[in-house]
Nanobody, 125 residues
Framework: QVQLVESGGGLVQAGDSLKLSCAAS????????MGWFRRPPGQEREFVAA????????AYADSMKGRATISIDDAKNMLYLQITNLEPEDTAVYYC??????????????????WGQGTQVTVSS
């Protein structure tokens, strides 16, 4: 059974940096694309970043380019999202997700099969 468990959220100040983690378990993910999405208060869930587990290809939302870095630690089965220069607009529940046996990196929510429960990030101004 696939499990994705996010951690690392919290209350931070604008301008701070934060690194979110996602522990992946239940099977091998080497052929998967792993993604980060977020749901701001009162809004739809939106794409943040994604990465192919073994190929290393990445994609980022335009709003996150230059501020977000997605990475994978294969030995630990961990996915990370580092965000710098946080803004109040980054306040959201952040989710990690997996797209099973994916050839290319997808940015649409519907492409992802398994989801974590989310971790809250609140950025104060």
């Amino acid at each position: 059974q696939v499990q994705l468990v996010e951690s690392g959220g919290g209350l931070v100040q604008a301008g701070d940096s934060l690194k979110l983690s996602c522990a992946a378990s239940g099977r091998t993910f080497v052929n998967d694309v792993m993604g980060w999405f977020r749901r701001p208060p009162g809004q739809e869930r939106e794409f943040v970043a994604a990465m192919h587990w073994s190929r290393g290809t990445t994609a980022y939302a335009d709003s996150m380019k230059g501020r977000a870095t997605i990475s994978i630690d294969d030995a630990k089965n961990m996915l990370y999202l580092q965000i710098t220069n946080l803004e109040p607009e980054d306040t959201a529940v952040y989710y990690c997700a997996s797209n099973y046996w994916a050839w290319s990196v997808k940015t649409t929510e519907s492409a992802y099969d398994n989801w974590g429960q989310g971790t809250q990030v609140t950025v104060s101004s």
